[in-house]
């Protein structure tokens, strides 16, 4: 792994006003924290949330703080529907799009507790969800000189590390990896957790159902990594830990607030240091551990 460690905030300054970020899953927590700093930065932002009142809310709060440029846009990410909606009402109301953090996520575990509980919804939300949105969301990318960005939060949970089946493994590490072969992946999951084979068949043992939707994530980051190579998209991954938020029942070893700091940091970096196809995961003390 790399040991990289940047300056929060970013000091390369190349957005501006008219620089567009839509931000998922942020009328709380992690997303509302990377809303309020990139805003704080000087950018444009759309925040989503699948719940109109609390993100309204949210946005109103950050209008009365004194950030003009931003705007809610209520968004489901596990309704197809509701995506379709929503890029039709960015494209009609702004054109291009700079950045996407796909934030928006759900899990039902429990500390200490490692049954399965509503997978269907956890990977219609975690992995669909943020797929969706992202593959309906490309062609209003701007791909200037800048280059666009897109950052996928996930979890060290989805690391191929913690899966005990080889030959899955061997599948998702593969360079030559597709979509195809992702879906079929979680497909074989959810059958399997509907057998209750999933342990037998060497699923990831802690939070199965989370870690699985994060996996196919991550996954899916470096394919679409590789198929916008050197066309001016960055796409990549980044793993905040242990964050006190409402997920973690407000228990953790660092803020949503140090988080959102490095969020800014990696989709503002300089287009000379830019990269794709990473997996970032957050440390204390501004650092910043990446691999491939």
Same mark, same amino acid.
């Given at each position: 792994?790399?040991?990289?460690?940047?300056?929060?905030?970013?000091?390369?300054?190349?957005?501006?006003?008219?620089?567009?970020?839509?931000?998922?899953?942020?009328?709380?927590?992690?997303?509302?924290?990377?809303?309020?700093?990139?805003?704080?930065?000087?950018?444009?932002?759309?925040?989503?949330?699948?719940?109109?009142?609390?993100?309204?809310?949210?946005?109103? #709060?950050?209008?009365?703080?004194?950030?003009?440029?931003?705007?809610?846009?209520?968004? &489901?990410?596990?309704?197809?529907?509701?995506?379709?909606?929503?890029?039709?009402?960015?494209?009609?109301?702004?054109?291009?799009?700079?950045?996407?953090?796909?934030?928006?996520?759900?899990?039902?575990?429990?500390?200490?507790?490692?049954?399965?509980?509503?997978?269907?919804?956890?990977?219609?939300?975690?992995?669909?969800?943020?797929?969706?949105?992202?593959?309906?969301?490309?062609?209003?990318?701007?791909?200037?000189?800048?280059?666009?960005?897109?950052?996928?939060?996930?979890?060290?949970?989805? #690391?191929?590390?913690?899966?005990?089946?080889?030959?899955?493994?061997?599948?998702?590490?593969?360079?030559?990896?597709?979509?195809?072969?992702?879906?079929?992946?979680?497909?074989?999951?959810?059958?399997?957790?509907?057998?209750?084979?999933?342990?037998?068949?060497?699923?990831?043992?802690?939070?199965?159902?989370?870690?699985? #939707?994060?996996?196919?994530?991550?996954?899916?980051?470096?394919?679409?990594?590789?198929?916008?190579?050197?066309?001016?998209?960055?796409?990549?991954?980044?793993?905040?830990?242990?964050?006190?938020?409402?997920?973690?029942?407000?228990?953790?070893?660092?803020?949503?607030? &140090?988080?959102?700091?490095?969020?800014?940091?990696?989709?503002?970096?300089?287009?000379?240091?830019?990269?794709?196809?990473?997996?970032?995961?957050?440390?204390?003390?501004?650092?910043?551990?990446?691999?491939?």
């Amino acid at each position: 792994m790399d040991h990289l460690v940047y300056p929060l905030p970013p000091t390369s300054r190349w957005w501006s006003r008219e620089t567009t970020a839509i931000v998922t899953g942020a009328n709380k927590g992690i997303g509302f924290e990377v809303v309020k700093k990139l805003l704080e930065l000087g950018l444009t932002v759309v925040l989503t949330a699948r719940n109109a009142k609390n993100g309204s809310l949210a946005a109103d #709060s950050l209008r009365r703080a004194g950030f003009q440029n931003v705007q809610f846009y209520c968004l &489901d990410v596990s309704e197809p529907s509701s995506i379709a909606a929503f890029v039709s009402w960015f494209r009609h109301n702004f054109g291009v799009l700079d950045i996407l953090v796909n934030n928006a996520a759900v899990s039902f575990n429990v500390v200490g507790d490692n049954s399965i509980r509503e997978p269907e919804t956890i990977i219609k939300t975690n992995f669909y969800g943020a797929k969706l949105l992202t593959e309906a969301l490309l062609p209003l990318f701007r791909r200037s000189v800048s280059a666009s960005r897109i950052l996928n939060i996930s979890s060290r949970l989805g #690391s191929l590390n913690k899966l005990r089946n080889p030959s899955v493994r061997q599948t998702l590490e593969s360079e030559e990896l597709t979509n195809e072969q992702i879906d079929a992946t979680v497909i074989q999951f959810l059958e399997d957790v509907s057998n209750g084979t999933w342990e037998k068949q060497g699923w990831p043992e802690n939070w199965s159902d989370y870690a699985v #939707s994060k996996m196919a994530l991550n996954a899916y980051s470096r394919v679409l990594a590789r198929r916008y190579n050197g066309k001016k998209l960055s796409v990549n991954c980044f793993c905040p830990g242990f964050t006190r938020t409402s997920m973690t029942g407000g228990q953790g070893t660092h803020t949503a607030e &140090d988080v959102a700091a490095t969020i800014a940091t990696l989709v503002l970096l300089p287009p000379e240091k830019l990269t794709s196809g990473k997996f970032f995961m957050f440390l204390e003390q501004k650092k910043i551990i990446s691999r491939l």
